[in-house]
């Protein structure tokens, strides 16, 4: 479709012996926020990765609104990865500066909103904060891009859970119509009431992409039943 901004052809990507993805192929368009969900080791940060250029595929290909990931999508894209990449040293103020100075889409006025919601000061050393709170400035950073696509790696793994609430609406109310988010996460029950398509990953093959709302509605189920099913998880978690 035209409007597809993030699309996949039958992206394969080994290492070494094993096959991390595998003949995986789906497009998601614009004003959609889709949950990439799986059990460890399914594909979901090798996916994303490969998604924001820092892997190769071995097969098939990546597109980026209809573009092969080089430097010009990267301006485009706004990746959370699924681990701290800030240095310790470096103040709150410096971090915004630095992404005011490096992405043209940068809105340092909206960032600054989010940190003072969150009762973090511009002034704070990443370095004096808990993990969660250094998670929650990395989310910010990256949802103050007007970027087409953002690439959100376990944005709520390590947060609380009132935490947690306050970065799903920030997800929800700081992207445009016209971008997409891709989430990777594993917990499902947090985050399926801002999704609005599921993509289910199993040791690296496509099981499933789905609307949430013909889930819920045809198969009368919660998304994280259905998961629990499909990949037999108990309730324990």
Not at 14 to 34: N, Q
Not at 78 to 87: E, F, G, H, K, N
Not at 121 to 147: F, I, P
Not at 170 to 193: C, F, M, R
Request: one cysteine or more; proline letters at 3%; hydrophobic letters at 40%.
């Amino acid at each position: 479709m035209a409007n597809d901004i993030l699309s996949l052809d039958r992206l394969t990507k080994r290492f070494g012996k094993k096959c991390a993805l595998e003949d995986v192929s789906f497009s998601i368009s614009g004003g959609r926020i889709v949950g990439l969900l799986g059990p460890n080791g399914s594909g979901k940060t090798t996916l994303i990765k490969l998604a924001n250029g820092l892997l190769h595929p071995d097969g098939g290909a990546v597109y980026i609104d209809g573009q092969r990931p080089s430097e010009k999508t990267k301006a485009i894209v706004s990746y959370l990865p699924d681990r701290m990449y800030v240095a310790d040293w470096m103040k709150v103020s410096d971090l915004v500066r630095m992404f005011a100075d490096f992405y043209q889409d940068f809105d340092k006025e909206k960032a600054f909103s989010m940190l003072r919601s969150l009762d973090i000061s511009e002034a704070d050393r990443m370095k004096t904060m808990s993990k969660g709170t250094k998670e929650k400035v990395q989310l910010v950073l990256v949802m103050s891009r007007e970027a087409m696509l953002y690439l959100l790696d376990e944005p709520i793994g390590g947060v609380d859970p009132a935490a947690r609430d306050f970065i799903l609406r920030t997800i929800l109310t700081n992207y445009s119509p016209e971008s997409a988010v891709l989430i990777s996460t594993h917990l499902i029950s947090d985050v399926e009431k801002v999704l609005d398509e599921v993509i289910f990953l199993k040791e690296g093959r496509l099981i499933r992409h789905e609307n949430v709302d013909h889930i819920r509605e045809q198969e009368g189920k919660s998304v994280d039943q259905l998961f629990r099913e499909i990949f037999a998880i108990g309730t324990e978690g």
